[in-house]
């Protein structure tokens, strides 16, 4: 499966309904149906970097937060 930023993007927040969902890195794997940590790992860095996504912490675990879409 060919993994888009606008799918992360959009599986984290709904501007409409949770503008600030925090979602945790095994439920971004979970949705998008990811086994290799090889492809998503280095875009959700770009993500970081790009001030796209923030790291947060949820429940003990990395998750990520949209900071801009």
Do not use: C
């Amino acid at each position: 499966m060919f993994i888009k930023k606008i799918d992360i993007l959009n599986f984290i927040t709904d501007y409409r309904k949770a503008p600030n969902e925090i979602k945790s890195l095994s439920e971004l794997k979970a949705h998008l149906k990811v086994t290799d940590d090889t492809t998503l790992l280095p875009m959700l860095e770009e993500m970081k970097q790009l001030r796209t996504l923030r790291e947060v912490e949820k429940n003990g675990e990395r998750a990520f937060q949209v900071t801009a879409k």
